[in-house]
Nanobody
Framework: QVQLVESGGGLVQAGGSLRLSCAASGSIRRINAMGWYRQAPGNQRVLVAAITRGDSTNYADSVKGRFAISRDNAENTVYLQMNSLKPEDTALYYC??????????????WGQGTQVTVSS
């Protein structure tokens, strides 16, 4: 079993910045991909950013140039630096990890979600 603990959400004015963190612990042999999704009220959960073990990244068009994803493999942690925030970035942000567990099978785990609210 793997546990994810998210932190860093909150309320910020438009144009401001926030940094989300997500730390994984538990039965981890290796973490492959890590990333963030978000879900606004009434909308589907959508991918925001993802990063591979080799540090290849992928971003939603709506956040390119404003958000940056990074990871610390030694700490099993993924970060999302969010700059120039807009009201439309308001959502519940979920981290995820794809973990190769001690049984050599890859599993996907989700964090509990952290709220980001951007006021205009």
């Amino acid at each position: 079993q793997v546990q994810l603990v998210e932190s860093g959400g909150g309320l910020v004015q438009a144009g401001g910045s926030l940094r989300l963190s997500c730390a994984a612990s538990g039965s981890i042999r290796r973490i492959n991909a890590m990333g963030w999704y978000r879900q606004a009220p009434g909308n589907q959960r959508v991918l925001v950013a993802a990063i591979t073990r080799g540090d290849s990244t992928n971003y939603a068009d709506s956040v390119k140039g404003r958000f940056a994803i990074s990871r610390d493999n030694a700490e099993n942690t993924v970060y999302l630096q969010m700059n120039s925030l807009k009201p439309e970035d308001t959502a519940l942000y979920y981290c995820y990890v794809r973990v190769v567990s001690t049984d050599y099978i890859e599993y996907m785990y989700w964090g509990q979600g952290t709220q980001v609210t951007v006021s205009s």
